[in-house]
């Protein structure tokens, strides 16, 4: 209790400087100074935890909006931002790569920034951002042309601006940047276009680049502007010259743990999705495995250097990406892990100290792919769900139809899940579908679509797709799991107050029980929800903020998903909610 008062003191005194500079221990002590959200994930463990009460179990039903903010123009679609909050400003990103500055107490604008985007950006699935980054007297974000921007936290102006990749070869930018010792750090999207995934780490002040991490094995990286040492081995799991356009897009940024120092990013899906045309895939051997995509990878952030990997899907055929966000946290024997929900349909927990495979269980129904996880980590695979080998079609155009679950879209996508310390418990925003899938012909052409697969999308029920679980790391049972009829692809939040909050595309933003998963409250905000909950306090109120407005992937591939979100309206707003006066000040 005293800790979390000590916290909410320093909060309140944070609030109060004017605009201060946000150093490295702002940011290492972000989850408890509950007076700001400096970083993505509030913390950079990702746990996106927050221990205020003064929002709980028993008033949070009486909570109601404080102010909107619209996002304006004809530029709406997908909102997908975590808003940051810093000395009474809040600082959003939005779709189409804007970012806001707002009075966090009235709700008004103080500036705003459009990247004015050139004509012929590639991103796949959406003009969508993830967030920002402060650090100093600056905040950075990425631009769907392949930059990164630095701008004046007071004024909005430019302060340096660099490009991480090119464009028009289908490389983009939609993640929240991550912060460490000084470092901005960024990886890069198009894993649908033959790119090649990389981190890249660079002089927060001055921009200029400190190392680059490709991470598709036979590629070199760079230190200080030379070369430094290479990727993996050369051919040793990539065949051939495919790894030269192997995918692996590191599009959904990293996690930091101070206690191993060790930054962990994901990789995506190899290029192509056709498997067959990347190696034997002996499943016994290395052969064909496809190093480093679909993998968690641990690299030193001074260097770069790659410490760990753990791939969860090798020689990956489903566009099972293995990007999803790594949660630093320590289980209930006091040992310090990972926690990663793939898309392939596992909960995989990993040793914090070198990546070493602990568990996996699966948190969907009916995965397909894989009869399971074997004692290293490597999928079962079920080779009857393979998509078929184009090239022994009778006309060699089209393989073998398969129907996988989870669907490419993932049991869990982008969306991030939460771990509350308090009840040992991870909420997972997750998908019930599968998918018919097939593999084609295809070559590599430089800005184009590399996938050399088809699919069709398809519920598995008919009541629902989305599920809302609390998953225990410890054991994978899921303790409780809410449904809903869209699928879910907002992030989750979870408080000291014992609440769990996320939104629905149906517009809702919802709090539950964090124990029992009971819906304590719901607003419907006008557009539906894909964006992630932050909580803070502020003149001694507890504020909770979500950004509106439908988009993202799931409108774009929706197979026969479509007929649950086709009615769904567009939007772009910010919304803030907190207890009436007073409630707030009878605490
Ligand atoms: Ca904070
Ligand atoms: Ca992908």
Not at 511 to 516: C, L, P
Request: aromatic fraction near 10%.
């Amino acid at each position: 209790m005293k800790k979390l008062l000590v916290a909410a003191f320093t909060g309140m005194l944070l609030s109060t400087s004017a605009l201060a500079d946000v150093t490295s221990a702002d940011i290492a002590n972000d989850t408890a100074t509950t007076g700001d959200v400096l970083t993505n994930g509030m913390g950079q463990h990702l746990q996106r935890y927050s221990p205020l009460d003064i929002i709980n179990k028993e008033n949070v039903k009486h909570i109601v909006p404080a102010w909107a903010f619209s996002l304006g123009g004809e530029k709406q679609r997908g909102q997908e931002t975590q808003p940051l909050v810093h000395d009474g400003v809040m600082y959003v990103t939005g779709s189409y790569s804007r970012m806001y500055a707002i009075n966090v107490r009235t709700g008004e604008e103080i500036w705003q920034y459009d990247a004015r985007l050139p004509e012929g950006i590639l991103p796949c699935c959406d003009v969508v951002n993830r967030g920002a980054a402060i650090y100093g007297n600056k905040i950075y974000f990425g631009t769907l042309d392949a930059r990164i921007v630095a701008l004046d936290l007071k004024t909005g102006d430019v302060v340096w601006r660099k490009k991480i990749a090119n464009y028009k070869a289908g490389y983009s930018y939609t993640a929240a940047p991550l912060i460490v010792n000084g470092l901005v750090i960024t990886g890069n999207s198009g894993g649908e276009f033959g790119i090649v995934g990389e981190v890249q780490a660079r002089d927060a002040n001055t921009g200029e680049t400190v190392w680059t991490r490709p991470v598709i094995e036979g590629h070199m990286g760079t230190l200080n502007g030379k070369e430094s040492t290479m990727t993996g081995t050369l051919n040793a799991t990539w065949p051939g010259d495919l790894w030269k356009t192997g995918g692996g897009a590191t599009w959904l940024g990293g996690s930091y743990d101070a206690d191993t120092d060790t930054i962990v990013f994901g990789a995506g899906n190899p290029a192509p999705w056709n498997s067959w045309l990347r190696g034997a895939g002996n499943p016994k051997g290395n052969e064909g495995d496809n190093l480093y995509a679909a993998s968690r990878i641990g690299m030193d952030p001074a260097t770069g250097e790659i410490k760990w990997h753990f791939q969860t899907t090798p020689r990956e055929g489903w566009d099972y990406d293995g990007v999803n966000e790594v949660v630093a946290y320590t289980d209930r024997s006091g040992n310090k892990r990972w926690a990663t929900a793939d898309r392939n349909g596992y909960f995989y927990v990993l040793n914090r100290e070198d990546g070493k495979f602990v568990s996996a269980t699966p948190f969907v129904k009916n995965i397909t792919w894989a009869k399971g996880i074997d004692d290293t980590g490597r999928p079962i695979f079920n080779d009857a769900v393979r998509p078929g080998d184009p090239s022994k079609a009778i006309d060699g155009k089209k393989g073998e139809t398969t129907f996988a679950v989870p669907s490419f879209l993932g049991g869990k996508n982008w969306m991030p899940m939460a771990h509350s310390p308090k009840t040992g418990l991870f909420y997972v925003p997750s998908n019930e579908w599968g998918m018919d899938i097939w593999n084609e012909p295809v070559t590599y052409k430089k800005g184009a679509a590399y996938l050399g697969s088809g699919f069709t999308i398809k519920p598995l029920f008919d009541d629902y797709i989305g599920s809302l679980k609390a998953i225990d790391p410890d054991t994978g049972e899921i303790k409780w799991e809410v449904k809903n009829n869209a699928p879910l692809w907002a992030g989750v939040m979870t408080t000291g107050g014992g609440l769990v909050f996320t939104g629905t595309p149906e517009g809702h933003v919802k709090a539950f029980d964090d124990e029992t998963g009971e819906e304590l409250w719901s607003f419907q905000t006008g557009s539906g929800i894909v964006g992630q909950p932050i909580t803070w306090e502020m003149d001694g109120e507890q504020f909770i903020a979500v950004s509106s407005g439908w988009g993202g992937a799931v409108p774009l591939w929706g197979g026969e998903v479509a007929k649950k979100v086709n009615y769904l309206n567009q939007g772009g707003s910010i919304w803030v909610f907190k207890l009436p006066k007073q409630l707030a000040s009878a605490k």
